[in-house]
């Protein structure tokens, strides 16, 4: 005698009246698969415990729920086979739980993927310009990869609706100008799917990238498939179309590099004397340690009837030091000019018939 458990399972719930000997079978097949599941995934959970990765602990974390599912669902197919009369009963619902099933996993498995090579580009050291550019392309892949297994995963369970395929054959069959209304339906889906892999391809910003748009100073903190958030200094979020980015002007300090020039104007009388701001500033900047070493410059570039224009052109590492920089340098020429050289200040001067020039400022010394 060779039977198999599934005799004794149909044997064993003879018994039952026929609704609920397949309920009974169902069950037992349900736990059956929960069991297994639970054994296994204890056993991979002891394995990557003792792993340093954490990308094995977090495929193991993202597979357990759809796997669990997959289990359930491959024991009820197990159980099908053998017993007619529930093979029946499954038939009818296979055609949606499978697909989601098989959808869910492909993207428990995309998404630990990415998170796992996500972990690898690690945007908080100072020179991030490579880990951003492969984050921003890893975010943008998912997004799209992410689209394309729903899109198929709800196409497979409509296509297991009888009545939905005979409509999409009836459609298919039919004349253009069904097919056209369904195009010009599925076009701004599309042309977001496109743009997507255009901004993965060509790249015009990254994760972190520090931009201008809108008039507003800010990182880009999110990129999807049909917006861009950019996260303002202040804390709020500017949601920008994609197609801002692909289609308009806009400015990226940190496309190539973060290092950023910067100045601070000063507005003198004419007679003041160059040499010694020049070197103060050079002193200033040298003891300022937001300053790169890179460039340290003070020019007269331009000149009025009351006032030079004095530029003190500076370096830093990043937008927000140079900031930093270019008030701290500011604040502290300022101040040496009002203690060492307070007649440097742009005054008026008024002319009083043929006397000498008067001027309007601080009294000279007495």
Not at 29 to 47: C, Y
Not at 273 to 291: L, S, T, V, Y
Not at 354 to 364: F, I, L, S, V
Request: hydrophobic share 50%.
């Amino acid at each position: 005698m060779t039977d198999t458990l599934a005799d004794y399972a149909a044997r064993g719930t003879a018994i039952l009246p026929h609704p609920w000997n397949l309920l009974a079978l169902a069950v037992a097949a349900t736990l059956a698969a929960l069991l297994l599941h639970w054994v296994v995934f204890r056993l991979l959970r002891r394995v990557v415990g003792r792993t340093r990765s954490e990308a094995d602990e977090m495929l193991v974390r993202r597979l357990a729920m759809p796997t669990r599912f997959a289990l359930v669902a491959l024991a009820l197919v197990l159980t099908a086979r053998e017993i007619p009369a529930f093979e029946t009963v499954w038939e009818r619902v296979a055609g949606f739980v499978m697909p989601a099933v098989i959808g869910w996993i492909a993207l428990a498995i995309l998404q630990a993927l990415i998170e796992a090579m996500k972990l690898r580009a690690d945007i908080s050291v100072e020179d991030n310009l490579s880990a951003r550019r492969q984050r921003t392309k890893l975010t943008m892949l998912s997004r799209i990869a992410t689209f394309i297994i729903i899109f198929v995963t709800v196409g497979l369970v409509l296509l297991s609706i009888p009545g939905v395929r005979d409509i999409g054959v009836t459609l298919v069959a039919s004349a253009g100008l069904a097919g056209l209304a369904v195009g010009a339906a599925a076009q701004p889906a599309l042309k977001s799917l496109i743009a997507g892999v255009q901004m993965a391809l060509t790249e015009p910003i990254n994760i972190d990238d520090v931009v201008i748009v809108e008039g507003e100073w800010g990182r880009i903190e999110d990129i999807r498939t049909t917006y861009v958030v950019v996260k303002i200094w202040d804390e709020r979020r500017l949601i920008v179309p994609t197609s801002q980015f692909l289609e308009g002007a806009f400015e990226n300090w940190t496309k190539k590099t973060a290092q950023l020039l910067g100045s601070v104007m000063l507005y003198l009388d004419p007679v003041t004397r160059i040499g010694p701001i020049r070197a103060e500033f050079e002193r200033q900047i040298a003891d300022n340690p937001r300053w790169d070493g890179r460039v340290q410059v003070v020019q007269v570039t331009d000149t009025k009837r009351d006032a030079i224009e004095v530029r003190l052109l500076m370096s830093a590492k990043d937008s927000p030091t140079l900031f930093d920089l270019r008030c701290d340098i500011r604040e502290g020429m300022l101040e040496w000019l009002a203690d060492h050289q307070p007649a440097a200040f742009a005054r008026l001067r008024l002319m009083n018939g043929e006397a000498e020039p008067e001027t309007t400022g601080p009294a000279p010394d007495s």
